[in-house]
């Protein structure tokens, strides 16, 4: 048998005028959550998966799209200790949270060239990276979109 749960008086005392307020009409009450920015991992048995990460703030995936974050997007790697911004979007984000990170991406030096024998082809610069929530992309011209980005260490 499963025990009742104990409430202190005052969580009992809101409860009723909450209630009662609702109730009559009287009042209006705004419900906020605390709604982190949390990192998905991919299940590592599933070869595209493995090593990677995704972010989730509350019931919400994020993504990237080239919109904001240009081509390439396989190239990008969210640093382990990356700190996120999240704020207010603007025009059609309106109304909607979206997320900053830095991260290290790698630029190409030499388009043309398939192969480096002497020296790296990339160079690894750090940027900013907007994720938008899931639902909300292919707004904004046709692009790239990705979900699951490499974790990096700096």
Known sequence: ???????????????VQLFCQLRSGQ????LTLPMPVRRVYGNPQVRQQARKVALQRGPLVYCLEEADNGANLHNLSLPQDSAF???EGKGIFAHKMLIQAEEIGC?????DALWQYDHSPVERQPR???????FSWANRGE???RIWMDEGII
């Open 128 to 134: 900013t990276l907007t994720f938008i929530p899931w």
């Open 85 to 87: 911004r999240v704020f």
């Open 143 to 145: 692009g790239e979109m």
């Open 27 to 30: 009042g209006q009450s705004t």
């Open 107 to 111: 630029q190409a030096k030499d388009t």
């Open 1 to 15: 048998m499963k025990r009742p749960t104990k409430y202190s008086p005052q969580v009992i005392c809101v409860a």
